[in-house]
Every structure is written in C-alpha cells, then in structure tokens.
C-alpha cells in the first residue's frame, strides 16, 4: 500500500514529534511516500536544494500514485489543504487527524466536506487505531 502523508512544513513545524510517531506507525501498513514530512531540521536543507515546482510536481505526482492519504491537520496549513483537495479530485480515500484544544477550531472546509473521514484523537495511540480503523475499513 502507498501511503501520501500531510503535515504542516511551512504553516509551522510544531506538530513535528507527532508526525514521525505517525509516519512510524503508517510505515507498518505500507510504504510512506513522504515520510520527509516527519523529519526534523534536515527537512529545511533538503527544501533549499529544490524548487517550488519540483515540489509541487513531486507531491501531485505522490499523491495520483498513492493509494490512501493520511493527512495531521491541527496545524493549520494551505500547502495540506491544497494537498488534501487535489486528494479529492484523485478520488483517493483520506483520513483527516484533529487534536482539538482550548484555541483550535478546524476549518469547515475540512470538517464540513464529507469525502473526508475527519477523527479527532487526544494522544498518539488514539491516533493509531483511527489510522488502522481506517486502514483496515477503507473509511
């Protein structure tokens, strides 16, 4: 299974931690077509040695490819919400991870669009069995 994960790189990279738990729990249901995602600082270096369009070209490509996406959204992020309506038009199953708190609301374009499967979850092992529900279910 490819697996197209999201999560914020320019919108903020304070979700970082969680994302490699994540990305390293995905990494047992598949093959993880961005894992760079979760990485830390050497995700800025790798950014500055390719352009904008490079990017851009890469990740539609990753993502007409990719069998499921799995998108972090607490972290609001254009680029994940580009990411998740080109994910849309592919017709690709897409499951959305919401950790709510006191000063976040998730956007209605994301919670409001029933294409998309949208869990919240409070820790990292909730988020696990969203994702192999998910997995498992197809929804």
């Known amino acids: ?30 093959d993880v077509l961005t ?3 979760a990485m830390g600082p050497m995700l ?3 950014e500055k040695d390719v352009s904008d369009q490079m990017i851009y070209d890469t990740d539609t490509n990753w993502l007409r490819e990719s069998d499921v996406v799995v998108a972090e959204v607490t972290t609001p992020s254009i680029g994940v919400g580009y990411e998740l309506g080109i994910a ?16 976040r609301r998730l956007s209605a374009m994301v919670s409001g669009n029933k294409w998309l499967l949208v869990k ?3 820790g990292v092992q909730e988020a696990f069995k969203h994702i192999d529900d998910f997995l498992a279910n197809g929804r």
Do not use: W
Request: positive net charge; proline residues 4%.
């Open 120 to 122: 919240e979850y409070k």
């Open 44 to 46: 800025g270096l790798k």
């Open 88 to 103: 849309e038009t592919f017709k690709k199953p897409i499951l959305c991870l919401f950790r709510p708190g006191k000063e």
């Open 1 to 30: 299974m490819k697996i197209y994960f999201c999560g914020s790189i320019r919108g903020g990279r304070q979700d970082q931690e969680m994302y490699a738990k994540i990305v390293n729990h995905l990494k047992k249901h598949g």
């Open 35 to 37: 894992e760079h995602v």
